[in-house]
Every structure is written in structure tokens, then in C-alpha cells.
């Protein structure tokens, strides 16, 4: 495949990603993030395959930076999620504290 070709798909698949998640309302964003979390996994084992099946020198380096993007995005959106899920549980504790919050 030419290198125009695959430029290509990578552009529209990355505006496309971004007017989807850009139309999520934020109570879904929570459980899609945790889908997303484990879809990443997969991609991590992805790269690797593909890292470990790569020819040339260079592809070996774009798979093992590809490996390290993919490991940075589980990371950071469990730790993306593990923040929302404070901030909801800290609003669930407060309004436990104060019960007229509930009436607002």
C-alpha cells in the first residue's frame, strides 16, 4: 500500500474518531472509557505482534514507539477514569453529609 494511501486512512479515521467522541454526552463518558480501556489492551498486543514481525530497522522502531503510545493510552485513561470516579463517589458522599442537598 503507498504511503499517501495509509496517510489518508490515518486523517479521516482520525477526524472521524473526533467527531464521535466529541458527540458523547459526558454521563456516557465513563463506561465508554472503560471500553476504550480495554480495547487498548488489545491494540498493545497489536503492536507488539507487529513490532516482533518487523522486517526493518525502522519498522521495528515505529512499532516499539507505537507500543509505547498504545501502553501511555491504557495508562492514562484508567487513570482518566479513576478521577471521574472520585469526583462522582466525593458528590455521592457530600450529598450523604448534607441531605438538604438532595431538594436542589
Known amino acids: 500500500m503507498?504511503?499517501?494511501?495509509?496517510?489518508?486512512?490515518?486523517?479521516?479515521?482520525f477526524l472521524l474518531g473526533y467527531r464521535i467522541i466529541s458527540n458523547v454526552p459526558s454521563l456516557l463518558h465513563t463506561p465508554l472509557m472503560s471500553g476504550m480501556n480495554?480495547?487498548?489492551?488489545?491494540i498493545v498486543?497489536?503492536?507488539?505482534?507487529?513490532?516482533?514481525l518487523a522486517g526493518s530497522p525502522l519498522s521495528v522502531l515505529l512499532g516499539a514507539v507505537g507500543v509505547a503510545l498504545a501502553i501511555t493510552n491504557v495508562f492514562g485513561g484508567f487513570d482518566v477514569t479513576h478521577k471521574m470516579l472520585r469526583m462522582i463517589e466525593g458528590k455521592n458522599r457530600q450529598k450523604r453529609a448534607r441531605p438538604e442537598l438532595l431538594d436542589a
Not at 503507498?2 to 479515521?13: G, M, R, T
Open 38 to 42: 480495554a480495547l487498548s489492551g488489545v
Open 45 to 52: 498486543l497489536g503492536a507488539l505482534t507487529a513490532t516482533t
Open 2 to 13: 503507498s504511503p499517501f494511501i495509509l496517510i489518508c486512512v490515518f486523517v479521516v479515521a
